[in-house]
């Protein structure tokens, strides 16, 4: 059967499974001879029953560029560096449309036609990056609504969770023999949340994304993903230890660790801020920023409350309920965020 395929030159690779009895061609774009193809292979002994034909046409992206200062050297710069990413076949570069926004950027527009990519957005921002611009992609239609459902429903999901971590807390201090579901109810949580976000957090990254483990970690957002994940896995393997065998925490280590966590929590809330070269989206990150910061505060209360509970225990009269309602409140404003 490869000898027949030799006949057809425009087939650049073959994969044949005889086991599976699959075959998987590359072809350049000009191949069209499929019947002959197929009478090829049934005088070689073998049979196609049925053609998947399917182009790889490049498909235009499209994004937003903002710099300090631009001159026209610089934007060719920009277009050769962003035409040598692999997978792109042209980079067009508007030079005379550009306005300066609010943070005093030169901001313009490009596009860029290219092949199917998983890493080409990763790719395009490093290399913008790298002659002094910033690359912001945009997405439209379908792919931009699929992002912003991906991203709530990681949001809906963590805060149902803490919801949940609030409930069972406050079930855990009320009762004085809560049964065993709501015992462990708070290791279970803790542990769903941790593999949810470990897999779900960053859709680019390992272990859904092109981008490797320790690749990662050279995007800012996403290494203060992973920080916070490892977080969780911690509290989830110290409260199974305090649960199932008992373990006692030093008091002092308890508040502090507590206070630690929430104060490194909020502070990445805090730091969490969205921007936007296009002015048409200030309305988006104005209402994605107020959300990060609510649940920031929500964080830095829940520390505070905690710590004040435990060290001098005030306020007297629901102090020991007080630092579980900010965090159900934390979880609340997860629930409800929208992008």
């Known amino acids: 059967m490869r000898r027949k395929l030799k006949q057809?030159?425009?087939?650049?690779e073959a994969d044949i499974d005889t086991t599976l009895q699959r075959a998987t061609m590359e072809a350049l774009p000009s191949f069209d001879q499929y019947?002959?193809?197929?009478?090829?292979?049934?005088?070689?002994?073998?049979?196609i029953q049925m053609f998947h034909p399917r182009y790889l046409l490049p498909q235009a992206h499209y994004a937003s560029l903002g710099a300090p200062g631009r001159d026209p050297e610089a934007l060719e710069r920009l277009r050769q560096r962003l035409q040598a990413v692999p997978g792109v076949r042209s980079a067009i570069i508007d030079t005379d449309r550009w306005f300066i926004n609010e943070r005093g950027l030169e901001v313009g527009g490009a596009v860029v036609f290219a092949e199917p990519n998983p890493r080409l957005n990763i790719d395009l921002v490093r290399a913008a990056k790298k002659e002094g611009f910033i690359y912001e992609p945009k997405e439209h239609g379908h792919a931009a609504d699929e992002h912003d459902e991906w991203s709530e429903m990681n949001h809906a999901f963590a805060g149902l969770c803490l919801v949940f971590l609030a409930a069972f807390g406050i079930l855990q201090t009320a009762l004085p023999r809560p049964p065993w579901f709501v015992k462990y109810g708070t290791v279970f949580v803790w542990l769903a949340l941790f593999v949810f976000l470990?897999?779900?957090?960053?859709r680019g990254a390992w272990?859904?994304?092109?981008?490797?483990?320790?690749?990662?970690?050279?995007?800012?957002?996403?290494?203060?993903?992973r920080v916070g994940?490892?977080?969780?896995?911690?509290?989830?393997?110290?409260?199974?230890?305090?649960?199932?065998?008992?373990?006692?925490?030093?008091?002092?280590?308890g508040r502090w660790g507590v206070a630690v966590i929430g104060l490194v929590g909020s502070g990445m809330l805090f730091t969490h801020l969205h921007s936007s070269l296009d002015p048409a989206h200030a309305k988006m990150v104005f209402r994605m920023n107020a959300q990060h910061l609510a649940m920031a505060t929500c964080a830095l209360l829940f520390a505070v409350s905690k710590f004040a509970w435990e060290t001098w225990r005030v306020p007297r009269w629901a102090g020991q309920y007080l630092w579980l309602v900010f965090l159900g409140c934390l979880g609340l404003a997860l629930n409800l965020y929208v992008e």
Do not use: Y
Request: hydrophobic letters at 55%; aromatic letters at 14%.
């Open 8 to 12: 057809f030159p425009e087939i650049v």
């Open 198 to 202: 470990f897999v779900r957090a960053d």
């Open 229 to 253: 994940v490892s977080l969780i896995l911690a509290i989830a393997v110290g409260d199974f230890l305090r649960v199932c065998r008992g373990w006692k925490v030093n008091p002092a280590f």
């Open 35 to 47: 019947v002959a193809l197929a009478h090829a292979l049934e005088e070689a002994g073998g049979a």
């Open 207 to 225: 272990p859904l994304g092109p981008m490797s483990w320790w690749e990662s970690f050279q995007e800012w957002d996403t290494a203060q993903h």
